[in-house]
């Protein structure tokens, strides 16, 4: 019987292209990866149609989630899939943690920002000089931390995930922490095209070519398995292993049980793990099986879009 009721993530607020790098790099035949709302292996499937990939969750309505986001692109259904159009009652807006980001929304617009000079930001016709302008008087705001206070604050976060989502975080950081990723994100050149920060802050994508699974015609088969890590069977089949955050919500007994069965993995197997607000340095557990590619974080703090992580570790297996 599933611990779970509904569906928590609507989307996987993760940057596919951060996959992708390591399966450039790699060449696996076999992906393990996190379920969650499924815009990564989907995507991913949408680029590499060779690569034979299986998603795991706790969550059974992620799996079955994922199945109507595919019926949903077969057919082109754009306003299911929020593109061109908010309502977040759609599929990618329809998870726990995206009301989350749906009052993140609201209370920017009537605190900060006010809608018209946000529908201007993301207008393609709006000049940088404008967009700059826009943002810094967002930033200087005197209301400008309230919109996170609102909904990013201890008891806000628990009342969704529990106190599982702040295990590795320090109690009171995670307001200033999205604050910071998320105006930071605002300031850059071309953000308006970032489609994370559209979902958040439009409510919807702008265009299908968001994200590769979007387009119909591409490979969409997945296999889904429920349970955790190490319920996956045959784990020294895959040659390429995705594990979010998955750790961010983790005892340290739990981290090295699952350290201890990827240990299986073939010679070369790349493992990937991502971090929210912390820097906890997880090789101590793994170095004995494998060692880290410490310059992959550091271009993956540059360059990801999801406006989310401070860590991307990557872990080869020796």
């Not at 996959?19 to 590499?48: D, N, W």
């Not at 996170?148 to 702040?166: H, K, L, W, Y």
């Not at 605002?186 to 559209?198: E, V």
């Not at 590619?293 to 360059?303: A, C, E, G, L, V």
């Amino acid at each position: 019987m599933s611990l779970f009721s509904t569906l928590l993530f609507a989307v996987t607020r993760e940057d596919h292209l951060v996959e992708a790098h390591i399966i450039e790099q790699f060449r696996p035949g076999r992906m393990l990866t996190i379920c969650s709302g499924g815009c990564v292996p989907l995507s991913l499937k949408a680029l590499y149609s060779y690569l034979s990939i299986t998603a795991f969750d706790l969550n059974p309505y992620q799996f079955s989630h994922v199945k109507k986001k595919i019926m949903a692109v077969n057919v082109s259904d754009f306003d299911a899939l929020n593109i061109g159009k908010q309502n977040d009652t759609s599929l990618n807006q329809a998870g726990e943690f995206e009301q989350m980001f749906q009052r993140l929304r609201e209370s920017f617009i009537q605190k900060v920002s006010g809608n018209d000079n946000l529908e201007i930001f993301f207008n393609n016709t709006t000049s940088n000089k404008k967009r700059r302008f826009l943002t810094q008087a967002w930033q200087k705001h005197v209301n400008i931390r309230k919109p996170f206070a609102d909904v990013f604050n201890d008891t806000s976060i628990e009342a969704v995930f529990s106190d599982q989502a702040t295990k590795q975080g320090i109690p009171g950081t995670y307001i200033k922490y999205f604050q910071k990723k998320i105006m930071d994100e605002f300031q850059k050149t071309d953000s308006y095209l970032n489609p994370f920060l559209q979902h958040v802050f439009q409510g919807y994508y702008s265009s299908e070519a968001a994200f590769p699974y979007m387009t119909p015609g591409f490979n969409q088969e997945l296999e889904f398995i429920e349970g955790t890590l190490y319920d996956v069977p045959d784990i020294s089949s895959y040659n390429f292993v995705s594990l979010s955050n998955l750790f961010d919500w983790s005892e340290i007994e739990f981290v090295e049980k699952c350290a201890d069965y990827l240990s299986q993995l073939k010679a070369g197997s790349p493992v990937l793990l991502r971090q929210l607000n912390n820097h906890k340095d997880w090789i101590d557990i793994f170095k004995t099986h494998f060692k880290e590619d410490k310059s992959f974080d550091s271009y993956w703090q540059t360059h990801d879009r999801s406006m989310f992580y401070d860590h991307f570790r990557l872990y080869i297996k020796k």
